[in-house]
């Protein structure tokens, strides 16, 4: 049913290149070119994933093993809060089920009724027989894909400067010029340049809508760092840690650990701010590593798809990676996009219906990353007292807030279009305090067949030995898996 012969993905990285890998499968009759500029550097301090991994990976055919490898990936059961509902305070978001699917409701520690939480716990032991995700190197990771597709799938590769942006007389994309392939014209054209957004924010000027009312932080220093002690450290879950004025994520790779420091400038200059989280590393280790300045901003562009284009990633929307939400709400975009494209549809039902998820999975999704701070009763910095007494809360969290303390999730139920379900949300606000303090009574829920060291099960199972994954091996990303959303 498509009736798009060529799309020309602007920008590569791992937004371009999942884009490209992902639509070369499902819209096979396409011709998909990527042009990316080798002058912009990749960041690459570590990215963590969600659960909607498995399914990207699973509908291009990737090998888990190859890709782990490529990407120096570990696994991730679940992410650690600290210090967010207060100082001291320790709280987990597990992958998975509870052990009974109303247990934890409006109840304290909800993330105990989880297997996953009772494995992270122990830090470094895993088991495949538990739900989990990835730590990688979303650098590497875009590298790999990007062998896929020129090797395996077909896509065009262009390794070329992007000097311009041509309109034609509708106001859509006419073609994108080139300093060197001069040129090119596509039917549709996505926009994977990040915030610099270069199609859908500077050539057209669709508007941007900030969140930065709602969420304060719009700085981060960002390094990667050794590992002193590999077996204690490469742990199997993301580390967010609240500072003065932010906080620090910590993601364990099988070969290093990626950090940042995610903060409000209003609060911190940028020397203070890498002094703190240099005091945080430990100044010994922090010595000789080398620190990113990064300038970040949350919210997204009224519509994602307007015209003959269509923004994917950041260069849509941005949210604080404090959920690990980056390359899942690309994923689920490009998903969106696909389907959209085999519909049969009417091009503008085709946008319209786009636009419309886009929009309330990334204003939800807000909404739920909110609820980590607003929820807190720390006053001990202007930072979290700012954010405690002052900050504004949206009408849709608020009207959450008020269901909850009614004793009812159907507000979080009734939303059509989002990322995260009620367990999801019953956990956090548990994890925050808002259910009370005192320890729930469950016991261990910790019967896996087999437990192993994580960074020796990696050794031994992915790191070790040779695999290839399966040129062959495809399965259909519409319709082995109808719907992406709520795949926690």
Not at 117 to 127: G, Q, R, T, V
Not at 331 to 351: F, K, N, Y
Not at 392 to 405: G, M
Not at 465 to 485: K, L, N
Request: hydrophobic share 35%; with cysteine; charged share 20%.
């Amino acid at each position: 049913m498509n009736d798009t012969s060529s799309i020309l993905v602007v920008g590569g990285g791992s937004s371009g290149w999942m884009t490209a890998a992902y639509l070369s499968r499902a819209l096979p009759e396409t011709l998909i070119t990527v042009v990316e500029s080798s002058a912009i550097p990749t960041i690459g301090v570590g990215e963590s994933t969600n659960r909607t991994m498995h399914y990207f990976q699973q509908a291009i055919g990737l090998d888990e093993k190859l890709f782990m490898r490529a990407s120096n990936a570990a696994y991730k059961i679940a992410i650690r809060f600290v210090n967010f509902n207060r100082p001291g305070g320790i709280f987990y978001h597990p992958f998975g089920v509870p052990d009974t699917p109303d247990a934890g409701l409006f109840e304290p520690n909800a993330a105990t009724r989880f297997k996953s939480y009772h494995l992270a716990e122990l830090d470094n032991l895993f088991s495949k027989e538990c739900a989990y995700s990835f730590q990688i190197d979303a650098g590497l990771y875009g590298q790999y894909l990007k062998e896929v597709c020129t090797q395996r799938f077909g896509v065009r590769s262009v390794v070329d400067r992007v000097q311009g942006i041509e309109l034609d007389d509708r106001g859509a994309i006419g073609r994108v010029h080139t300093e060197k392939s001069g040129p090119l014209v596509a039917d549709l054209y996505l926009d994977c340049s990040g915030f610099r957004s270069i199609l859908l924010g500077r050539a057209l000027g669709e508007p941007f809508e900030s969140y930065s009312q709602f969420l304060l932080n719009d700085k981060a220093v960002a390094a990667r760092i050794p590992y002193m002690d590999k077996e204690r450290e490469l742990v199997t879950y993301t580390n967010c840690t609240a500072l003065s004025a932010g906080w620090v994520w910590t993601i364990p790779l099988w070969n290093r650990i990626g950090t940042g420091y995610v903060y409000c400038g209003a609060f911190l200059s940028s020397s203070q701010a890498e002094e703190e989280f240099r005091q945080f590393l430990g100044v010994e280790r922090a010595k000789h590593v080398e620190f990113s300045r990064l300038d970040i901003r949350t919210g997204r562009h009224r519509r994602a798809w307007v015209e003959n284009c269509v923004g994917i990633g950041i260069s849509y929307g941005f949210l604080e990676p404090l959920e690990s939400t980056g390359l899942s709400l690309t994923q689920l975009s490009i998903h969106d996009l696909a389907t959209a494209l085999r519909s049969g549809e009417p091009r503008q039902a085709q946008a319209d219906l786009f636009n419309t998820r886009q929009a309330a999975v990334f204003d939800a999704t807000r909404d739920f990353v909110m609820a980590h701070y607003v929820l807190t009763s720390r006053d001990d910095t202007p930072y979290w007292r700012q954010i405690r007494n002052e900050n504004p809360i949206p009408d849709t969290l608020r009207n959450i807030f008020e269901d909850v303390q009614n004793g009812s999730y159907e507000t979080i139920r009734k939303q059509p279009y989002k990322f995260y379900e009620t367990m999801n949300w019953n956990t956090i606000l548990s994890g925050m305090g808002y259910f009370g303090e005192e320890r729930a009574s469950t016991p261990p829920l910790l019967n896996f067949s087999t437990l192993a060291s994580h960074a020796k099960l990696l050794q031994t199972s992915v790191f070790d030995g040779d695999y290839c994954d399966d040129p062959e091996h495809f399965s259909d990303p519409i319709g082995a898996h109808p719907s992406w959303y709520s795949t926690w």
